[in-house]
């Protein structure tokens, strides 16, 4: 999750060319309820002209507090302080200095209180409260405050014109920060609910301290939490509550249905920049599905997507010009924040111009170039590649069979090569020959392409597996394998003579997607289902798009295995609530994955 902007005590804030000093108030906004929110504006103070307002609702507070405490940076970047903008910041109820209750992640609910009226009432109140500005509202924010972006725009009021909702949360059960398909993202959940989610109020630039994990073995720590429901008893001891409610709600239930945003967005009027990043381990699910969508449930909306080379929140302070080993060629987050982002907010809020911004600006990552398009997905054929006898990948074949591996929930597949309590932003980008050799990991390889292959879209998996228990997760992994004669321009000379360079990138095996579906959510994410041991069962589901070329003498590989850890908790192997497991209920799997023209494959939309 992005946390608030750094944070600096000075006297007043300047441009990069010094031309623009800003004032400071605090107040609270009251809202139609009677609560007031702490809320902070930033105004330039030369007079003479009138500027528009973009506002950041969040709930990491709006540090530094006090009249006369500025931060480093206002705005979404440097640019639109230089321009003169009037910035507002605003604790969101229940957080820090507001008042009111804090839910997480609000359910959107028409005609009651909720984010969106929240975001109304502040509108309402700056447009009669702040001198000299033109009447027109932009909002912005990254993570969660893409969220209450988001909702803010629902039933929006008439002078937000224009929004940002940049890797925005829709929804924590299928596909952001703590689930994947109903498997908990547990490294991710347990250290930010420690940071986050104790009940905190009060000025503070951080919601909470981070968690002490007493180790750098993030493996070794999480493998010994043991069971989920050892996390109360050894460390949290019911004081987190909503690690608490996450425990109590195992399946798509009403609880996480009320905390999709997805429903409700209809009818929406201001403009829509969505962004996202391709490499963003927390919400690349809520970007792209925040713009389809629109796409498909506001029509009218003029709604577009960005879609960067980037780690969650990225294009906001790095340059954007690689990710772990992976390089992107230029400086991608400047580009976004110069050519796209400050244009679009120019257009809608001071009428500077068409930004002439296309339906979808995305990267094409593996070439490195951006993509000007008319729709995402673009149009597209899908083709089929087969898992093959022998670890082979391709066209369809007359032979069949099955491969197989033991799953022991005692010895999961680790996610990352390096030592991690958390979760590295690396690890989307990173080389996957660590874990290539275990026999608990299935890896099916394509012969050297002899043209580019360029993968726009969802990449849909269609497996035939069985297991010899009654639950399983299946995670599959699309990586792309480097020729072995890659040359990497960033060899590392040793200064020995007789040892040649280090090349990190001679054969590297780049993970491109990885994705899980927890298997007894394969046919419903509300209705949980057993496997029958030893039956042949198909699961399916769409892997998170990707825009990816797989370069000519490159290799397309896929990885299949049944964790993935700790970056997701352990399966028992045995249909139950998981929340609820106990130390004998976790148990060795034989699953199988069966090949061949009737068996397991990937759809690619292959771009035309």
């Given amino acids: 999750m992005i946390q608030p902007f750094a944070v600096t005590l000075c006297a007043s804030v300047l441009c990069a060319q010094g031309a623009l000093h800003y004032g400071k108030r605090e107040v609270l906004v009251p809202m139609r309820d009677g609560t007031r929110l702490f809320t902070v504006i930033y105004a330039p103070r030369e007079k003479g ?173 999480f493998l010994g939490l043991g069971p989920l429901a050892n996390a109360n008893e050894r460390h949290f001891h019911g004081g987190l509550p909503f690690w608490n409610e996450v425990m109590a709600h195992g399946n798509y239930d009403e609880y996480w249905k009320q905390r999709n945003l997805r429903p409700h967005l209809q009818d ?64 991608t987050s400047v580009f976004f924040q110069e050519e796209i982002l400050f244009p679009f907010f120019m257009q809608h809020l001071k009428g500077a111009g068409e930004a002439g911004l296309p339906r979808a600006m995305i990267f094409n990552t593996g070439v490195n170039r951006w993509r000007r398009l008319d729709a995402w997905p673009p149009e597209t054929a899908a083709t089929r590649v087969f898992f093959r006898p022998g670890g082979g990948l391709g066209s369809a074949t007359d032979g069949g069979g099955f491969d197989e591996f033991v799953s022991d929930p005692a010895k999961p597949v680790p996610f990352f090569y390096g030592l991690a309590t958390g979760m590295p932003v690396e690890y989307m980008t990173a080389d996957q020959r660590f874990v290539a050799n275990r026999p608990d990991v299935l890896v099916y390889r394509g012969e050297p392409l002899q ?73 419903s994410l509300e209705i949980p289902e057993p496997f029958l041991p030893g039956q042949q069962t198909l699961v399916e589901w769409p892997l998170n798009d990707v825009c990816h070329t797989f370069k000519k003498g490159h290799r397309l590989m896929v990885q299949l295995q049944s964790s993935w850890f700790p970056l997701m908790d352990r399966n028992p192997q045995v249909f139950m609530d998981i929340y609820g497991a106990k130390p004998e209920d976790f148990q060795k799997a034989t699953h199988r994955v069966f090949l061949g023209a009737k068996g397991s494959f990937l759809e690619l939309p292959v771009l035309k």
């Fill in 49 to 221: 002209r009138s500027l528009p307002i973009l506002l950041n609702r969040t709930p990491y507070g709006v540090a530094p507090y006090g009249p006369n405490a500025y931060p480093e940076e206002l705005g979404p970047s440097p640019r639109f302080q230089r321009e003169g903008f009037i910035f507002v910041y605003q604790d969101v109820r229940g957080r820090m200095m507001s008042g009111g209750r804090f839910t997480d992640l609000t359910p959107h609910k028409p005609r009651d209180i909720d984010e969106s009226t929240d975001t109304f009432d502040t509108i309402q109140w700056l447009l009669a409260n702040v001198p000299r500005n033109n009447g027109r509202v932009g909002q912005w924010g990254t993570s969660y405050p893409g969220f209450y972006a988001a909702a803010g725009m629902l039933d929006a009021h008439p002078a937000l014109k224009a929004v940002s909702p940049q890797a925005p949360i829709l929804d924590w059960f299928q596909g952001d920060d703590f689930h994947r398909n109903g498997a908990l993202w547990l490294a991710h959940l347990f250290n930010f609910i420690v940071w986050f989610g104790a009940p905190r109020s009060g000025p503070t630039s951080a919601p909470g301290a981070p968690f002490s994990h007493g180790t750098s073995d993030g493996y070794a720590f």
């Fill in 268 to 331: 929406v009027k201001p403009a829509v920049l969505t962004v996202g990043g391709w490499f963003d381990a927390e919400n690349l699910f809520g970007s792209l599905q925040l713009f389809k969508t629109l796409r498909a449930q506001s029509p009218t909306t003029d709604t577009r997507l960005v879609m960067g080379p980037w780690h969650h929140g990225q294009w906001e302070g790095d340059p954007g010009e690689g990710l772990g080993d992976v390089r992107f060629g230029s400086k």
């Fill in 451 to 523: 043209e580019d292959l360029t993968v726009a879209g969802p990449i849909r998996v269609h497996l035939e597996v069985s297991t010899s228990g009654t639950d399983a997760d299946w995670v599959v992994k699309v990586v792309d394998v480097y020729p072995d004669d890659m040359p990497d321009p960033q060899a590392k000379i040793s200064g020995d003579p007789l040892e040649p360079p280090v090349n990190r990138f001679a054969g590297y095996q780049q993970l491109v997607r990885g994705e899980v579906m927890r298997g007894k959510f394969r046919r």
